[in-house]
């Protein structure tokens, strides 16, 4: 049983700074992307950002130079350093993970419960 466990998630005044932390637990054989989804209320699950098993990162243009994206593959655990907040990144932050359990099996996605993030104004 594989599970994703975000934490971090909290209240911050506009300009303020989080850290999310997502760590993955269970049978893992081999986890390659990982990312960071956020909804909104009303809005649509959207990207924020990801990171291959390698290093490369990828960023929404809203958060490009606010955002870092960061994983420590030891610890199968992925964060993300969000600076500069805004009132309009409040939403509920998602972690996401593309792995697989055994050597033979199949790439298959799994997500956190979410960890909500609200940036007063």
């Known amino acids: 049983q594989v599970q994703l466990v975000e934490s971090g998630g909290g209240l911050v005044q506009a300009g303020g700074s989080l850290r999310l932390s997502c760590a993955a637990s269970?049978?893992?054989?081999?986890?390659?992307?990982m990312g960071w989804y956020r909804q909104a209320p009303g809005k649509q699950r959207e990207l924020v950002a990801i990171?291959?098993?390698?290093?490369?990162?990828n960023y929404a243009d809203s958060v490009k130079g606010r955002f870092t994206i960061s994983r420590d593959n030891a610890k199968n655990t992925v964060y993300m350093q969000m600076n500069t907040l805004k009132p309009e990144d409040t939403a509920v932050y998602y972690c996401?993970?593309?792995?697989?359990?055994?050597?033979?099996?199949?790439?298959?996605?799994?997500w956190g419960q979410g960890t909500q993030v609200t940036v007063s104004s």
């Open positions: 996401s993970a593309d792995l697989q359990v055994t050597r033979y099996s199949s790439i298959d996605n799994y």
């Open positions: 269970g049978s893992i054989f081999s986890i390659n992307t």
């Open positions: 990171i291959t098993k390698g290093g490369r990162t």
